[in-house]
């Protein structure tokens, strides 16, 4: 079934080279995201000064746990529909994800604004809040295409997949920690330490195909 088949993509880790795999009609696939920054916010539940440091990056205030905000509407690339949802930080926008009460993940392809929200809120300068620049440290891969779930679900805990758009958990992914954001329907993002990057696209393939293996046929029935 050539549909279940494993096509590696030209593309691969920079440093890791692992191949990824192109999402095709009926399955899903995996990318890198390159040149993704990932910023946390730290603060203290009444902190004035994280809202405004927010509010002047053009982010949207994620108020519960798991929530983000950022996305806008329009298609992003070849894999969506016209009027679908879509991470704006893949074009130069930035998402926010509430990871714990007192913490937001910023993430995007906006540097400039987020080396601003890091400069402004450095640790020292505020008593209730500080920005720390993760995106040496991270790595962003994005998941795309249907069957979503029925993909993850062979490395994480099904109930903890994100299912609707706006929402994110931190789950066990093959045993390490990572943060599974849902950006649209068939899309979400996967947010994992970088030194844990090749282990991370090992495990999708090796989940990959699993899931998605044409099934054997039945042994024929031998007469007594």
Not at 136 to 153: S, Y
Not at 175 to 204: F, K, N, Q, S
């Amino acid at each position: 079934m050539a549909d279940a088949m494993l096509v590696p993509s030209a593309t691969s880790f920079a440093q890791d080279r692992v191949p990824a795999l192109v999402a095709s009609g009926t399955l899903p696939g995996w990318r890198r995201l390159e040149d993704v920054a990932v910023t946390s916010l730290r603060h203290m539940a009444t902190s004035e000064v994280a809202r405004a440091a927010m509010a002047r990056a053009g982010v949207a205030w994620p108020q519960a746990t798991g929530e983000v905000q950022g996305l806008v509407t329009g298609p992003a690339n070849g894999h969506r529909d016209e009027g679908e949802s879509s991470p704006s930080a893949e074009s130069g926008e930035l998402l926010a994800m509430r990871r714990h009460p007192e913490e937001a993940i910023l993430i995007g392809t906006s540097g400039t604004r987020l080396d601003t929200l890091v400069a402004a809120l450095a640790p020292g300068r505020h008593a209730d809040a500080f920005a720390t620049d993760l995106s040496d440290g991270m790595a962003t891969i994005a998941l795309e295409g249907p069957r979503l779930e029925a993909w993850l679900a062979r490395v994480v805990d099904a109930m903890a997949i994100p299912r609707s758009p706006g929402t994110a958990t931190r789950v066990r992914f093959a045993d390490i920690a990572v943060l599974l954001l849902r950006l649209a329907p068939e899309r979400i993002w996967l947010v994992v330490d970088r030194a844990l990057a090749a282990y991370a696209g090992e495990w999708l393939t090796y989940a990959h195909a699993g899931a998605f293996a044409e099934p054997l046929e039945p042994l024929p029935r031998t007469s007594p």
